[in-house]
């Protein structure tokens, strides 16, 4: 059996999910509660994000940088242990880690190929809910009203997040940009991301100080 290839997307989320056990040996108020890293691998020389399908071998330290910015997420409240947004977010329903519905793992696998075009660095709603979306497959994509459902269900559950982005066309018009959430386990297990990809996977030794080490220096 061929062993399942380690892509840039897989290391992204790798690190995703190493971060926040690296920032805990920061003093309490650097750990940023409230707050997930999103890390992308860019190429140094081209300041473009390396394509999310190719090998994660294709990046290297020697010539990438690892970007690292931080999302605000949905918080709960002590008192009544009822999930509330954080300021600037859309309320969300709480997750449910019940199995996706079919459309939803439609939508998902629909969403997962449009992020791997190469040479595109976001993913605009309104194309992929009316151009991406209507050229799949399943039957239930003809439906506008269907779409609609579907991609808001996906936002209300956090398995698609949502941005604004410059507009490349109209600068002073932001786009809204559309990603997978895939530091969540479902979408993992509905893409078929290797179970055991952490503990088979070991990412390159990058050169330099440790993150904790930078974050503290530049907060002085």
Known sequence: MQEKQVTIK???ALIEQSLPKSLGGLPKEFQFPGYRPQVRLVDRKTDRKKRQNASAGNWSPDSGEIRIRFEL???TSPASAVPVAAPGLVK???MSF????DELQDLIRSLDQAESRPGYDFVALKWFRDAVLPAARPAWTNDPEARNRVLRD???KRFVLTSKVPNPKSPTFPVTAVRLNRSLPEIRAILGASQGLESEFRPAAIRGEPLSATVLRERR
Do not use: F, H, N
């Not at 019940?98 to 519905?101: F, Q």
């Open 73 to 75: 997420e949905a918080v």
């Open 92 to 94: 969300a329903e709480p």
């Open 154 to 156: 996906a936002i209300e």
């Open 98 to 101: 019940e199995k996706p519905s």
């Open 10 to 12: 897989d290391l992204e």
